[in-house]
C-alpha cells in the first residue's frame, strides 16, 4: 500500500534552517510528482511547493519563494524541503503528498511532521 | 490567485441527515475542484476530484457536483465518522494549487 513518512521537523530559532524528508513506498515513486503541504495551528491548508515526477520542475507559493526549495532522489524514494531563514508564521504540521496523475490533486497524503519557530 | 470561500463555516447536523457543503471560487476553475475530508490530529484525504468523480474507496453516500465557480459536497445520509473538517481546492490555474477555509461538520 502506498507510504508517505515523513520526518525531520522539530524546534527551531528564527532566522535557523531545517530540512524535512518525505520517505515513499508503495508505489513508483518516479512515476509521481510529489508536493508540500502545511497547516498552522488549528488553521487551514496551504500549499507550499511541487517537484515534477523527474524533478524537471518546481513551482512554490509566493509565502516561500526564495526561503524554501523542494528536491528529490527517486534513487532513495524520497523527497525533501530545504526551509531556511525560518519565521514564526512557519510554525506548522508539514504534509508530504503524492500528486495524482500529474494533475494537482493531492491523493496520498503522509502523517505529517510538526515544525515549530520560535525564540 | 483563485480564492475559494467555503460556506457554511460549520454545519450542525445530526446522523442521518444530509450534508450539503458549498465551496465559490473568485473566477472559473472549470470543473477542476476536489474535495478533501480532514479528522482532528489526521492528514486529509481526498474524496471528490474532478467536481463530481469519487476517489478510491470512497462511500457512495459523498458526491459532488457543480462547475466554473461554484460547488457543492453532498453527504447523503450522515454516519458518525463523517463529522469532521471538509476543504475543497483547485487545480485550475496554478500555481499556486489553493483551498478554501474549510467547513466543520459537528454533531448537532
Known amino acids: 500500500q502506498v507510504q508517505l513518512v515523513e520526518s525531520g521537523g522539530g524546534v527551531v530559532q528564527p532566522g535557523r534552517s531545517l530540512r524535512l524528508s518525505c520517505a515513499a513506498s508503495?508505489?513508483?515513486?518516479?512515476?509521481?510528482?510529489m508536493h508540500w503541504v502545511r497547516q498552522a495551528p488549528g488553521k487551514g491548508l496551504e500549499w507550499l511547493a511541487v517537484i515534477w515526477y523527474d524533478g524537471s520542475n518546481k513551482y512554490y507559493a509566493d509565502s516561500v519563494k526564495g526561503r524554501f526549495t523542494i528536491s528529490r532522489d527517486n534513487s532513495k524514494s524520497t523527497q525533501y524541503l530545504e526551509m531556511d531563514g525560518l519565521r514564526a508564521e512557519d510554525t506548522a504540521v508539514y504534509y508530504c503528498a503524492r500528486d495524482r496523475n500529474g494533475g494537482g490533486y493531492f491523493d496520498y497524503w503522509g502523517q505529517g511532521t510538526l515544525v515549530t519557530v520560535c525564540s | 490567485e483563485i480564492v475559494l470561500t467555503q460556506s457554511p463555516a460549520t454545519l450542525s447536523l445530526s446522523p442521518g441527515e444530509r450534508a450539503t457543503l458549498s465551496c465559490r471560487a473568485s473566477q472559473s476553475v472549470t470543473s477542476y475542484l476536489a474535495w478533501y475530508q480532514q479528522k482532528p490530529g489526521q492528514a486529509p484525504r481526498l474524496l471528490i476530484y474532478d467536481a463530481s468523480n469519487r476517489a478510491t474507496d470512497i462511500p457512495a453516500r459523498f458526491s459532488g457536483s457543480g462547475y466554473g465557480t461554484d460547488f457543492t459536497l453532498t453527504i447523503s445520509s450522515l454516519e458518525p465518522e463523517d463529522f469532521a473538517f471538509y476543504y475543497c481546492q483547485q487545480r485550475s490555474n496554478w500555481p499556486p494549487l489553493t483551498f478554501g477555509g474549510g467547513t466543520k461538520v459537528e454533531i448537532k
Open positions: 508503495g508505489f513508483n515513486f518516479s512515476r509521481h510528482g
